[in-house]
């Protein structure tokens, strides 16, 4: 019971963590994104796309902490992150229309940053935005590697606590078998009681009897001698 209530504690604040994270992706795509161009225009959307990612990244935990939570809770809190990753779907293509919109009052350098106008800022900034993407795709491999590390730590311990389980179904299994042999042993001993007991009635009966057939001969003996020595008597 605690573990189910660590893991939707643990679960919560991954979610405020993701309420967090989106809603200031909102405020940038919404506020800020078109009253900006240039530079700024792109710092924002570079902004934006690490706080996607980081978004992911929850959600992948989100996943990863509703395997170790009982069933019954779980089904609950898979709906929940259906709904938390169909948002990250939105925002994703929210921020994809609103890059593929031209700003107003931007010119060609502002939208191409340069480019293709043959000088070396314009190298610069196609160098940066390469650099860029690289090390968005180093970081989303690290993050793939830890996911899957992540993985295979969760499937460790679920065959751990299989393992655990049938350990705990051999001892109870066992214990019922020696719970079946002593209320076996107990019922034959029952039974070896009763015989005793009815072994013992009939002995006492036996006596009983014997004591009436010797008081009886004992009187009859009485009753002679008194006749025999009635008779010399007289």
Do not use: C
């Not at 938390?84 to 919109?101: C, G, P, Q």
């Not at 793939?144 to 606590?161: I, M, V």
């Not at 107990?186 to 005793?196: C, G």
């Not at 004992?218 to 009635?230: C, P, R, T, Y």
């Amino acid at each position: 019971m605690s573990s189910s209530a660590g893991g939707s504690e643990l679960f919560s604040s991954y979610e405020q963590d993701f309420t967090s994270v989106t809603d200031s992706i909102k405020s940038k795509i919404e506020q800020q994104l078109p009253n900006q161009k240039g530079e700024e225009r792109k710092a924002i959307i570079r902004a934006v796309e690490r706080e996607i990612d980081e978004a992911d990244e929850i959600l992948g935990q989100m996943e990863m902490e509703i395997l170790n939570i009982p069933t019954p809770s779980r089904t609950r809190l898979q709906a929940k992150l259906r709904l938390y990753k169909s948002e990250a779907e939105k925002l994703k293509r929210d921020l994809r229309r609103n890059t593929a919109i031209v700003p107003k009052n931007s010119d060609r350098d502002e939208l191409l940053g340069g480019f293709g106008s043959g000088n070396e800022d314009g190298q610069s900034d196609f160098d940066a935005s390469t650099m860029d993407q690289r090390q968005r795709l180093l970081s989303g491999t690290e993050r793939l590697g830890q996911s899957s590390r992540r993985l295979e730590d969760s499937h460790r311990l679920a065959l751990e606590t299989e393992g655990i389980g049938i350990n705990i179904l051999s001892t109870l299994k066992g214990q019922r078998e020696t719970m079946v042999r002593a209320r076996d042993t107990l019922a034959e001993a029952d039974s070896h009681i009763d015989k005793a007991s009815k072994t013992l009635k009939g002995m006492a009966r036996r006596m009983a009897t014997n004591k009436l057939i010797t008081a009886a001969i004992i009187i009859i003996l009485i009753v002679l001698i008194g006749l025999v020595i009635w008779s010399k008597l007289f």
